[in-house]
């Protein structure tokens, strides 16, 4: 069974960068698209990037577009979220999910999912 453990939040700055990471132990993580999440108080919890079990990276929301990139390294079972030009609106947990093959929209249907790391803006 895949387990999935995310790494590198933290507290950051308005227009600051970090970079999150997912790292999988189990089966191989090359047949498993990787989504990221993120959830804030009070709101649902919605897909930010995700990278199907190619190299094709994805971003699904628009007010990611140029500041998020998603990657993965298969040998070290890692997957990358890159963040900069980091907004107000970028804290929350995040969470990394994983599935077979190709990337989805919805959550129900990533079977395994990280505990999250969480990310807020300091004052």
């Known amino acids: 069974q895949l387990h999935l453990v995310e790494s590198g939040g933290g507290l950051v700055q308005p227009g600051g960068s970090l970079r999150l990471s997912c790292a999988a132990s189990?089966?191989?993580?090359?047949?498993?698209?990787i989504g990221w999440f993120r959830q804030t108080p009070g709101k649902e919890r919605k897909e930010v990037s995700c990278?199907?079990?190619?190299?094709?990276?994805?971003n699904f929301l628009e007010s990611v577009e140029g500041r998020f990139s998603i990657s993965r390294d298969n040998a070290k079972k890692t997957v990358y979220l890159e963040r900069k030009s980091l907004k107000s609106e970028d804290t929350g947990t995040y969470y990394c999910a994983a599935r077979l093959d190709v990337c989805n929209l919805f959550e129900r249907q990533y079977p395994y999912w990280g505990p999250g790391s969480q990310v807020t803006f300091s004052s």
């Open positions: 990278i199907s079990n190619g190299t094709v990276g994805l």
């Open positions: 189990g089966p191989t993580l090359e047949d498993y698209a």
